[in-house]
């Protein structure tokens, strides 16, 4: 009788969870589009961040946009209202807007996170906001961020110390809210621009 070897299945060199993994849960393999690789790859990195330093009893919420949200728009009168809808007999729609268009330039790079907190409210940004967060820019001092410090995501406004060091700032001047000062050793990456936000009322 002749033995035919079995070259399909079974444990492969290699496989497996490797050691050291710092994800604290089942894993599953899927493929996704090559394009998404980087933004899954950050997303992990933050994800591991989180497992190893969880936050203080906070959550940061991270979505995403839909790659290829339906056009619409919707009437943008060209009178300004100081507060109220516009009058029915205004007839000057200058043009119409398609909110996706207006609050996102790059749909692969965009994601929205939602605001705790009240340390940037000077600026626009409250508890329940959902902030537009764009990859593909290059922040600037004064623009709105998302960084990492030390494994903790924050959006403050981007700064710079006399040594010409990054430094974050709150947009609420009570006093609660403290500059963090990034200094040598800490970790510190900027995700993104806010580029914008927006908020339900009812």
């Not at 205004?90 to 268009?101: G, Q, S, W």
């Amino acid at each position: 009788m002749t033995t035919r070897s079995n070259t399909h299945g079974g444990r492969r060199v290699g496989a497996g969870r490797k050691k050291g993994s710092v994800i604290k849960e089942p894993t599953t393999v899927m493929r996704i589009p090559e394009s998404q690789k980087p933004v899954i790859t950050d997303f992990l990195a933050a994800y591991r961040c989180r497992q190893s330093t969880p936050l203080q009893g906070q959550t940061m919420v991270f979505e995403r946009p839909l790659v290829a949200p339906a056009k619409r728009s919707w009437p943008l009168f060209s009178s300004k209202v100081a507060a109220g809808f516009p009058s029915p007999a205004d007839e000057h729609v200058e043009k119409r807007l398609d909110a996706n268009e207006f609050l996102i330039d790059d749909e692969e790079a965009t994601f929205f996170v939602t605001i705790q907190g009240y340390s940037m409210s000077e600026s626009g940004l409250l508890p329940g906001d959902k902030a537009v967060v764009d990859r593909s820019k290059n922040a600037s001092i004064g623009d709105i961020v998302l960084a990492v410090v030390d494994g903790e995501f924050t959006i403050k406004l981007l700064a710079k110390t006399k040594q010409g060091g990054p430094r974050l700032l709150p947009s609420n001047q009570s006093g609660e809210y403290k500059p963090i000062e990034i200094k040598d050793g800490m970790q510190f990456e900027i995700w993104g621009v806010v580029t914008g936000s927006f908020r339900r009322f009812k």
